[in-house]
């Protein structure tokens, strides 16, 4: 369960622990379960970028050194992702790009073979995979869902902007909402099932390991900031969003496209003019790359 959950909802998930488990402790005593790709150490940095020579996506370790020629990159550069999401269940990525009727989702192995793909439509909000096959894509204040053939066969109705929209894990969803100043997270049918306001402008928003939220905000408001001050910051807050534990404000940006946590815990930011390394106190440590960003995954 999630440290904000209610109590009832602490208390199914309990339940269905111990039913996996049996009720009881193994031989030998308790042992650690262990969840997702990035617990083998298998960490990679997907990045995707301005089209050049290099292609539109880039294959990292995640000390900033190339792993060279990589068929994900192949595979999503023929999208330019504005957004890059690795389902842990499935053992696929989810590569997506195009705000206009231009937009593309691809859904590829982790080998880097295409399995599904869908064109034409606007997935600039943000897309998400889930179980059955369909696809779920943000667009304005509505989510729409896909099947297979690109067909919709549902939808959600939000209410409120939505920026930035992924899938945390089975039936939960989480968005961000810029006017509102407002991130939320919803059920499998659309239902609010959390939220937290008070935000300026936020336009991202992710979930790390740890339950806390990487939240990106803008401001306009330039006069109580001053005319050196950054208009756009990266804020870490408690998993409540009441808290905020850090603010990174990268110089002389006007966007903060997408962010990363590195397991050495400095985060990775990119932004219009590149891609750079911060640590905790907000300081930039490494500059990996001198183009506009448009995407970033850690897996």
Known sequence: FAGYDSSARREDAVGRWKNHLGGGVPEGGVQAVVLGIGARGEFQVLVGKKPGKEGAVLVWTTSGESIGVHPLAAVMGGVAPEQITFEGAAGSIIASGGRAEEGRVVIISAAGVELWSVSGLPVGG?????????????????????DLFGNRVGRWEIGMQIASFGRLREGRFLCAHPHDGRVAEYG????????????????????????????????????????????????????DGKTVLLRIRPKGVASITSAARLPNGNT?????????????????????????ISSLHVR
Do not use: C
């Open 268 to 292: 990775l930011i990119g932004t219009e003019k590149g891609l750079a390394e911060y640590t905790p106190e907000g300081y930039a440590v490494k500059v990996w790359l001198k183009t506009a």
């Open 126 to 146: 943000g897309v998400a995979a889930v179980p059955g096959g369909s696809v779920l894509v943000a667009v304005g204040e509505e989510v729409e869902e896909l």
């Open 188 to 239: 499998s049918g659309g239902e609010m099932l959390w939220s937290a306001d008070g935000f300026e402008q936020p336009v991202r928003v992710q979930r790390l390991a740890n339950g806390n939220l990487l939240i990106v905000v803008t401001s306009s408001d330039s006069e109580e900031r001053g005319e050196d001050a950054a208009a756009v910051e990266l804020i870490e807050t408690t998993a």
